[in-house]
């Protein structure tokens, strides 16, 4: 566990790094298209410099019509499979609000709350990304717990559009 929170806590440094290394050459924009994040975290964050750095918070099978503050439950309670596929419309979607896609996706750090859904997520993926030729490249991470009790999994990705 202590590794995990030392990897985590790495990968904040070095995506705060690259976040401030593109915003002395671009401009940094955040937004929250789902209610219940506004006033908690980005949901998006994009760095316009040399190319566009787009950066999804983690990405779950949350109800996006919770209301403002209130805590998203999970849909699909119990269903690791369809949990992943609704986390996966929900990213094509906000990278679509940003003129990307998932074929923009360079990096994506998974987390379950079950290593046996690695199966699940791997079909999960691949229909996904159907018809792609390369996958970006992939963390993934079992915890034991996500921001909710209901939800089983959640995916966290960074796209780059030039």
């Known amino acids: 566990m202590r590794m995990i929170l030392k990897s ?7 995506t705060t790094l690259a976040v401030a290394a593109n915003a002395q ?3 940094i ?7 219940w994040t506004k006033g908690r975290f980005s949901e ?10 787009i950066y999804l918070a983690g990405v779950g099978a949350e109800d996006e019509k919770t209301p403002a503050n ?7 309670v119990g269903n690791p499979l369809e949990q992943c596929r609704l986390a996966y419309d929900k990213i094509k979607r906000l990278l679509a609000s940003q003129g990307a896609s998932l074929a923009d ?12 859904y690695l199966p699940v997520y791997g079909q999960c993926r691949t229909e996904a990304y159907r018809g792609a030729k390369v ?8 915890v034991s717990a996500l921001a909710h009790e209901t939800m089983l999994i959640e995916i ?7």
């Open 8 to 14: 985590l806590f790495a990968l904040a440094a070095l």
């Open 25 to 27: 050459s671009g401009e």
């Open 29 to 35: 924009k955040r937004s929250n298209p789902s209610e």
């Open 44 to 53: 998006i964050i994009t760095v316009n410099g040399p190319g566009k750095t």
């Open 70 to 76: 209130a805590l998203a439950a999970a849909l699909h």
């Open 105 to 116: 996706v360079v990096k994506q750090v998974v987390y379950v709350t079950d290593v046996r």
């Open 135 to 142: 996958f970006p490249v992939n963390t993934f991470l079992v």
């Open 156 to 162: 966290d990705v960074t796209a780059v559009v030039k």
